[in-house]
Each structure stands twice: as C-alpha cells, then as structure tokens.
C-alpha cells in the first residue's frame, strides 16, 4: 500500500523542540523529493522545507530557516523534521509530502501545537 505516516506531533511550551517523522510505504522512497508543509488553523497550507532525492540538498522557508532541519534516510524510508526554538506561530497541522515525475503523495498529517 502507498502511503505516508506522520508522526512525532503535540503539544509543546514556546523555546521547546519536537522531532517530526514520515515514513514511507510502498514505493521507492529515494526517488522522490520530500516536502514538510503545514496548515494553521483558518490559514492555507504553506510549504515548510523541502530535500531532493540525490545530493540532499535542502531548501527552507524564511520563517523557520535556522530553527528547523529536514532530513531523510533512504535506508528506513523516512524523512525527518527537527523544529527546534518553537514559537506558538508554528502551530499547525504537519504534512510530508513526496514527488517524482507527475505522482504526488500526501500523509495525513500530524497536529503540532505550541503553547504555554
């Protein structure tokens, strides 16, 4: 079965950091460029991060350049976001995204909520 699965969201005080994982299920997950994006509440998804599936190289949005880092390892299927210095402005539901050629595929997503 496709799919992806989000996991490592909750609740978390402002300063404090979470771990976010996407694992991949179901097709050649080192083909494909994998995104974080996420969705506050009322708000559009916004994209977050982003690592392509050859050199690694990644790419951030302003607001968290610095605080945040993607990361993936091919060998377990899963892609990685470490949010670190959180701010209650990045609470928001948390979705991985991946695309190769034409096909993309979303998770379900994970609920982060930062607050005190």
């Known amino acids: 079965q496709v799919q992806l699965v989000e996991s490592g969201g909750g609740l978390v005080q402002p300063g404090g950091s979470l771990r976010l994982s996407c694992a991949a299920s179901?097709?050649?997950?080192?083909?494909?460029?994998m995104s974080w994006y996420r969705q506050a509440p009322g708000k559009e998804r916004e994209w977050v991060a982003f690592?392509?599936?050859?050199?690694?190289?990644?790419n951030y949005a302003d607001s968290v350049k610095g605080r945040f880092t993607i990361s993936r390892d091919n060998a377990k299927n899963t892609v990685y976001l470490q949010m670190n210095s959180l701010k209650p402005e990045d609470t928001a539901v948390y979705y991985c995204?991946?695309?190769?050629?034409?096909?993309?595929?979303w998770g379900k997503g994970t609920l982060v909520t930062v607050s005190s």
């Open positions: 179901g097709f050649t997950f080192s083909m494909y460029v």
């Open positions: 690592i392509n599936s050859g050199t690694g190289t990644t």
């Open positions: 995204r991946g695309v190769w050629n034409s096909i993309t595929l």
